[in-house]
């Protein structure tokens, strides 16, 4: 079998790079963050794979497909139909559930159709998302979100104040507009001063065509009382909305388990239809394991042809390490590791052969234990005749390759060039990082020790049942323990009540293309007052988003021509060359360089460049300090990892220097190389020396034998963990038998 060959790929930061990779085989791409792997990977070599694919649709079916340009690269020959298995949390609301994505639910509903007893229905009126089986009260959602009144309403001021106390309901606003517009009200009244018909025509008049409205009032549109409309948008529709504003509309919505379905979604009817004693929902609420148990008790010969092969899929999500999640539970809730353990199970049963598997990080959020299943799973995709290529810092998952790639050597501008190619046992001989990282011996650090201890507990939550544990204060704790034994669950209950806790998650931060690492940290004012000063132009004409921007593309750098049926063409803007600005802008230089070249400049170049401006400088050098430098200062912050916005949110609080307060960190390793996790564990020991406390939930075992203090949470997962196997030192937790956190820590410091 031929080679997929690729020629002379310059896509972000690579260097022309040129490379074969071997056909039905394993090949892993490592290298340190930032080095160019996911350029090579995805917006090479996937990207390529699926345009092409996409080109051999009628041109009505591509105008529905997602849009690949064609990536800068000569050539890639033998290139197979790729199938790209990335961390992107599964979208969806509160109707997709596990069952509902994974079509296991399906299955669930035939079951209950054909052997529950009374007969009520069809297998599609089992479903919670259709109108004959969902609770009339909840709409199938469970529970039901009541509007607090006094929370949407500031009764002490006007519609001209900002009344409707909502962020997009103010005057400005064009929602707020469609009250102040509308002639119903006196708008410099105040809300307390409203009768009762002016109150019920501002909350609850239904859609509306006014009469005689005023001429600001739109011709063809419709009033609708504010508690009507918010229902709508924010309830009804539970997506994009709700998510934009959660903070906000968990102050406005009191939510509450639905008192007629009592969670389960379905109307009476349906939940009346029971098999050995179960209504339909109780099963879906059950554990996946719970489930199997449940149906290896099922005798109906006329069920069999359904039983058998909902088995094998309910045993397929226990074997990649899911076993402890429901059917029911809802896709929002799932971290990025378990709903890419979920997209990956959908190709096991696949009868497609010839593809090329195109994995990202499957290690995260994933204990090293459950690590062993997931690599049966990648190796039983590649026997099935796939070709699969993994991009993975994790070295239980490098082991198993039967090619390697190494990026390197550096990240960003240092980056983008192939550094080794070959097997496990050549990378380790090799003078590469990631060779001479997978090659150190590891100890456990002797540990600080701590005169004062944090309570936390006890929490019963989930599957975590009256727990309570101590921490040290002023130390590094790492809590360990397989996805879904109850880390998370222990540690957010247990200190949701202690004071002076900063929780820096992997959590998108909400941003646009137009927002970079300087608009997040306050520092792109800065920049634009710096240019000002020296250069005698206005302020406002630096920011390519106002006077600065270049007007044929208007700040975006790029133009996107709408072809009808065609795709969507982008090109990069002929007047400014994709720098945002106008000629004016460029033409004014610090040093030599225009705002648009420090902008492409990374965080390590911008600190020499910057070497005389405190307030930049610190900002930069806190980026820096996190493991970020290869970043460029203009990189749009929607272009980043989990990891890395983790990291932009940590280099805040090391601008400010904050001290006496407890840092938890949920996976901070996601993402990193091992090199640079030792620029993250001496940030952690920063933090600690300047008076704080470091929480880690992490799985990797670097961090745990740098830690001062572990408690291990299991043995596994859902029902059969929420226990506290150990708390204490490290050393301690190689002496407990049930603990697999044990088992390989002991195998880790002794390899």
Request: one cysteine or more.
């Amino acid at each position: 079998m031929k080679n997929i060959i690729i020629k002379g790929a310059r896509q972000n930061n690579l260097k022309n790079v040129s490379l074969s990779l071997p056909k039905h085989q394993l090949t892993v791409f490592t290298g340190k963050s930032g080095s160019g792997k996911s350029s090579l990977v995805f917006s090479t070599i996937a990207a390529e794979s699926e345009r092409l694919l996409n080109e051999t649709y009628s041109t009505y079916i591509q105008n529905q497909l997602t849009h690949y340009e064609k990536p800068d690269v000569d050539s890639i020959q033998n290139l197979p139909v790729s199938m790209v298995i990335g961390q992107k949390r599964l979208g969806g609301n509160s109707r997709s559930t596990v069952g509902t994505i994974s079509d296991i639910y399906s299955a669930v509903r035939l079951l209950w159709s054909r052997i529950g007893q009374p007969f009520v229905g069809y297998s599609n009126e089992f479903s919670f998302n259709n109108s004959a089986g969902m609770c009339e009260r909840c709409q199938g959602l469970g529970y039901v979100e009541e509007i607090d009144i006094d929370e949407l309403l500031d009764y002490d001021k006007s519609l001209n104040e900002h009344g409707i106390n909502f962020p997009t309901f103010g005057p400005d606003h064009w929602r707020g507009k469609s009250y102040t517009h509308s002639g119903l009200f006196d708008n410099d009244k105040k809300l307390k001063e409203y009768s009762k018909e002016e109150m019920h025509q501002l909350l609850y008049l239904e859609p509306t065509k006014l009469t005689n409205p005023p001429e600001e009032w739109p011709r063809t549109a419709k009033y609708e009382g504010v508690v009507y409309r918010f229902r709508r948008l924010f309830i009804i529709n539970d997506g994009y909305e709700k998510s934009r504003w959660p903070d906000e509309y968990e102050r406005v919505v009191t939510t509450m388990v639905c008192p007629n379905c009592h969670g389960k979604r379905l109307n009476q009817r349906i939940l009346s239809c029971k098999i050995n004693g179960a209504d339909i929902a109780d099963f879906t609420n059950q554990s996946i394991v719970e489930n199997i148990l449940f149906l290896d008790y099922l005798t109906d010969k006329t069920a069999a042809y359904i039983v058998k092969p909902l088995k094998q899929q309910l045993q397929s999500l226990v074997d990649i390490g899911l076993g402890y999640l429901t059917l029911g539970r809802e896709t929002p809730t799932l971290s990025g590791g378990e709903s890419q353990r979920i997209k990956l199970i959908r190709h096991l049963s696949s009868p497609l052969t010839d593809l090329v598997y195109i994995i990202d990080e499957p290690s995260v959020g994933l204990h090293p234990e459950d690590i062993e299943n997931i690599n049966r799973i990648i190796m039983s995709i590649r026997d099935k005749g796939n070709t699969v290529i993994v991009v993975e810092h994790d070295p239980d998952i490098i082991k198993i390759a039967d090619h390697i790639v190494d990026v390197g050597p550096g990240a960003g501008k240092n980056g983008g060039r192939i550094t080794f190619e070959g097997t496990y046992d050549q990378l380790l001989d090799s003078h590469t990082a990631t060779g001479q990282e997978l090659k150190e011996k590891h100890q456990l650090k002797v540990p600080r020790s701590s005169q004062e201890m944090i309570h936390i507990g006890p929490v019963t939550k989930n599957n975590v049942k009256n727990v309570e544990v101590y921490l040290p204060k002023n130390a590094i704790s790492v809590i360990t323990g397989v996805a879904g034994s109850g880390k998370s669950t222990l540690i957010k209950t247990g200190f949701k009540q202690i004071k002076n806790v900063i929780f820096i998650d992997q959590k998108a931060i909400n941003v646009s293309n137009r927002s970079n690492i300087l608009t997040y940290t306050n520092t792109f004012d800065e920049l634009r007052a710096f240019f000002s000063k020296e250069t005698g132009l206005k302020k406002s004409m630096f920011s390519y988003n106002s006077e600065g921007a270049c007007p044929n593309c208007k700040g975006k750098g790029i133009l996107k021509t709408e072809l009808a049926f065609m795709p969507d063409f982008s090109q990069v803007c002929e007047v400014c060359h994709g720098t945002r600005y106008r000629q004016e802008v460029l033409d004014a230089k610090v040093d030599g360089y225009s705002i648009a070249d420090v902008l492409q400049l990374t965080v390590e170049e911008g600190i020499n460049y910057f070497n005389t401006h405190h307030k930049i400088l610190e900002i930069l050098k806190s980026l820096a300090a996190t493991g970020l430098g290869y970043m460029t200062l203009g990189q749009s912050l929607d272009t980043l990892s989990g990891g890395e916005i983790q990291r932009v949110k940590l280099s805040e609080y090391l601008i400010n220097q904050v001290t006496d307060h407890i840092f938890i960190f949920d996976e901070p390793t996601t993402g990193l190389h091992e090199r640079d996790i030792h620029v993250l564990i001496e940030l952690f020991n920063q933090l600690v020396d300047e008076g704080n406390t470091v929480v880690l939930i992490e799985h990797n075992l670097s961090m745990m034998t740098e830690s001062d203090w572990l408690i291990d949470m299991g043995p596994a997962a859902g029902q059969q963990g929420g226990r506290l196997l150990y708390s204490g030192y490290p050393e301690g937790v190689l002496s407990i038998q049930d603990s697999v956190t044990g088992k390989h820590l002991s195998n880790y410091i002794q390899k």
